[in-house]
Every structure is written in structure tokens, then in C-alpha cells.
């Protein structure tokens, strides 16, 4: 998929797409094909860095030892230190933290406490502090950089139907950085996929309330 034909997408859905009281999201719709969604190797589920924001602001709760508390409280959206996780054995205030934040950090070392108090709530939606996207961290880390990177990260998941669908940027931001962070997830969904290229079916391009564009 090469970047002239995400361009002249971008510049027919904003040309045709009747202008709104808001800026409408881009959306990418990667439809997949050959794989079977029961078998766990054909399931998609990665963490994307791109190198652009996409448009949303990512919430960040961290839950912390003493050793990360304070940076914690000026990297983070939300801190939660381990001597208050007793505060949300009531389920309804843990559900309320799992739908308000996007990542959650937690400090290596208390990790079996995170998941005692937040596993039942956190894993059933996907949110339990993960490796793979660099939110489980040691006591002396430096949560700042994370923070940047994670507000420019994505979660690509494909595991019951064979369709991804990502927001991939806003209708007022810069087209070269929507093309780019399109490019970007294109490459690295294909390189998690065990046929790469063939497991792509179609791709579409939308805004929020426009129909889609084929890409390819």
C-alpha cells in the first residue's frame, strides 16, 4: 500500500464528507482472510508504536511502590499506590478505573498484588499491565518516556472476527502524519500475520461519519 493512494483517500473523504461541528476521527479497517480465529496462532493481538499521535488522548493509570509513587503522579494520568489497593475490592469502583484509563503501568516488584486486586476486573477487558507494550516496569525506571511513547501507541487485536478496525488520526491533523501512521500500522500488521501480505483481504479508510474507501 504505498502512500499516493492513502493521500488521494484522505483527500476525497475530507472533499466529500459533509464538514461536522467536530473533527471526525480517520479510521482504518484492515479485513483479514485465511485464518481461523479459533486457533490461537492466527489470532492478532500486538502492540503498534507509531510515530505520530492519532487524535486521542491516552489515559495512563500507574500503580506504584513507594519507589515510583511521586514521578508516577506527574507522568501518569492516575496513580494508585499499593497501600490503597485494598480501596477497590468494591468492584464497581474498580470498573470505573478500568473504563476511564487505556494502559495501566504497575512496578514489577508488587505486580502479584496488582493482579490479586485488579486481575478480575483488568484481564476480562484486555487492560492488565503488559509487557509487550513496556507497562511493567522496574522500581528505578523512568515513566516519562514511556508515557510519550504509550500516547503514541495502538493495540492491534483480531481474535474473535477476522477484521481490525483502529482510529488512525483526526480530520484537522496533518495529512502527512495520517498517511504515516497509516503506512506504519499496514507494515506491522502484516509482519504479525503467517501469511503476511495474502492474510490481507481488503482495507478500508473512513471518518467518523462517512462511508469507508477501499485502499486495497
Request: charged share 25%; proline share 6%.
Amino acid at each position: 500500500m504505498d502512500k499516493t493512494t492513502v493521500q488521494k483517500a484522505i483527500v476525497e473523504l475530507k472533499k466529500n464528507s459533509k464538514k461536522r461541528k467536530f473533527s471526525q476521527s480517520f479510521d482504518l479497517i484492515v479485513c483479514l482472510q485465511d485464518l481461523n480465529m479459533k486457533n490461537p496462532d492466527d489470532q492478532v493481538e500486538f502492540f503498534a508504536p507509531l510515530h505520530y499521535e492519532f487524535g486521542k488522548k491516552i489515559r495512563i493509570c500507574a500503580f506504584t511502590g513507594p519507589e515510583l509513587h511521586e514521578q508516577a503522579k506527574i507522568a501518569c494520568d492516575m496513580t494508585v499506590p499499593q497501600a490503597n489497593f485494598g480501596d477497590y475490592s468494591n468492584k464497581v469502583k474498580a470498573k470505573k478505573l478500568a473504563a476511564e484509563y487505556d494502559y495501566f503501568i504497575a512496578q514489577a516488584n508488587i505486580m502479584p498484588k496488582v493482579a490479586g486486586a485488579f486481575g478480575r476486573v483488568l484481564g476480562p477487558r484486555g487492560k492488565m499491565p503488559n509487557p509487550k507494550a513496556g507497562c511493567i516496569v522496574p522500581g528505578n525506571a523512568n515513566l516519562k518516556p514511556l508515557a510519550e511513547r504509550l500516547q503514541k501507541t495502538v493495540k492491534v487485536t483480531a481474535k474473535k472476527i477476522p477484521v481490525v478496525q483502529l482510529l488512525v488520526g483526526k480530520e484537522n491533523q496533518a495529512e502527512e502524519e495520517v498517511i504515516d501512521n497509516i503506512t506504519t500500522l499496514y507494515q506491522a500488521i502484516i509482519h504479525h500475520l503467517p501469511k503476511e501480505k495474502n492474510n490481507i483481504k481488503n482495507i478500508y479508510l473512513k471518518l467518523t461519519m462517512s462511508k469507508p474507501i477501499k485502499l486495497m
